[in-house]
């Protein structure tokens, strides 16, 4: 890993870096753990952030600057002006919103205004390692935890959860949910080649990243695997199939996401993950899944409620307390149909940047931006600040791999 030279001011930033997108699934977790303490620790997550941006406060003003001087001719000025439209029509801000435009225009000051680009996305690299190595070691702790005592703090047991290898133990360690320790472990390995060469260390922290990643058990996991597998094809033959081969896998993906497939005769039993059955096609019957349900439950609230009554709050009530489960949705429940259609023409134009550099780029990095993008239609990852790091990033990476290969000459 390169080393971090400067202040204290640059250790600083890694340093609340790595907590801040280590910390933000743990609220929950903590208040599993302890309920009395969960208040506070919401109030230190903010203040953490506060902090950043106080420590990157130039970088954000002259973003802002930026961002007027160039007004509707940039992408982010317009995904500004449709929350303020948004705002109006509806006569109210909402928290959801705020989350969003928190994190994703701080990075975005970070990557557009940095006055060393190269020392800035290494200290968020290296923030993203480290918030993956506290995430790993937290799993690897729930596996002692479960073989050794009789409490279940760093793991969750799951009898109903539908996997293609679903044991009943899913390691989360202090992550709040399994998913979002994936996302972390998936993440820390996608950038972790950016900063070091393949040498012993890089060895050993990708087995242990990919060790907790299995155990978590969440399906998001053997997604990136499988990605993973493509995208590391050597036979020339294969490698020109890789593209074909990745879409085949999201689509699948998506539709067992989706969709659960029962032979006739065969016993299953529905529950919160595992809806009701759809269809029958010859002997094989076809049950919603709770994603599935989820999207039906929201075109039927946005086709009884206009733009200046929908919330995501509004639609919680109606699907007792489970939230969209998909970026695009949630996008327009807190953002009205303008935001969604500008957030999902920056993510395309992020991933169209991504892959005309992507010879450049190996698997695992690969693999990594890929899974998110997928992963996005099933997640909520509006308010999380790894998804954004590694999308809004996109069309950089080609530029920090020659900065690192110039420098190491």
Not at 208 to 213: E, N, P, R, S, T
Not at 214 to 220: E, H, M, V, W, Y
Not at 276 to 292: A, M
Request: some cysteine.
């Amino acid at each position: 890993m390169e080393n971090i030279r400067g202040n204290s001011k640059d250790f600083l930033i890694v340093i609340l870096g790595s907590f801040l997108i280590f910390s933000v699934s743990i609220k929950g977790w903590i208040n599993y753990i302890n309920a009395d303490l969960n208040s506070i620790y919401t109030i230190l997550v903010f203040l953490l952030f506060f902090a950043l941006c106080l420590l990157n406060l130039d970088n954000l003003l002259n973003y802002f600057k930026y961002l007027l001087k160039r007004n509707f001719k940039s992408l982010d000025f317009n995904i500004l002006m449709s929350f303020f439209i948004f705002f109006v029509l509806q006569q109210k801000v909402n928290l959801e919103a705020l989350s969003f435009l928190s994190i994703y225009f701080y990075i975005n000051s970070i990557v557009f205004c940095s006055h060393n680009f190269y020392r800035d996305l290494s200290y968020i690299f290296i923030s993203i390692i480290v918030a993956g190595i506290l995430t790993a070691l937290g799993v690897m702790l729930g596996v002692v935890e479960a073989i050794f005592l009789e409490t279940n703090n760093l793991f969750k047991i799951k009898i109903d959860y539908p996997g293609l290898l679903s044991f009943n133990k899913h390691f989360s360690g202090f992550q709040f949910t399994y998913n979002y320790t994936a996302y972390l472990i998936i993440a820390a390995l996608g950038v972790i080649g950016l900063l070091r060469d393949k040498d012993f260390l890089y060895k050993v922290l990708v087995f242990i990243f990919l060790l907790a990643l299995l155990l978590t058990q969440a399906k998001i996991s053997y997604l990136f695997v499988a990605l993973l597998v493509v995208f590391s094809l050597k036979v020339k033959f294969l490698r020109n199939y890789r593209y074909p081969l990745a879409i085949v896998i999201a689509l699948g993906y998506l539709l067992l996401a989706h969709l659960t497939f029962k032979l006739a005769g065969s016993e299953l039993n529905l529950s919160y993950y595992i809806r009701e059955e759809k269809f029958t096609i010859f002997d094989v019957q076809v049950y919603s899944t709770l994603f599935f349900w989820l999207k039906e439950i929201f075109f039927e609230y946005a086709f009884i409620y206009n733009l200046s009554e929908i919330s995501i709050a509004g639609y919680l009530q109606n699907t007792k307390g489970t939230e969209p489960h998909s970026l695009l949705i949630s996008s327009y429940l807190f953002g009205g149909i303008i935001f969604l259609i500008l957030i999902f023409w920056r993510l395309i134009l992020n991933l169209i940047q991504f892959l005309q550099d992507s010879k450049n780029y190996n698997a695992y990095l690969m693999s990594l931006v890929l899974t998110l993008l997928i992963e996005s239609f099933i997640w909520d990852a509006y308010d999380s600040p790894i998804f954004w790091l590694v999308i809004l990033l996109c069309p950089f990476y080609n530029k920090f791999i020659e900065e690192r290969s110039k420098l190491n000459g």
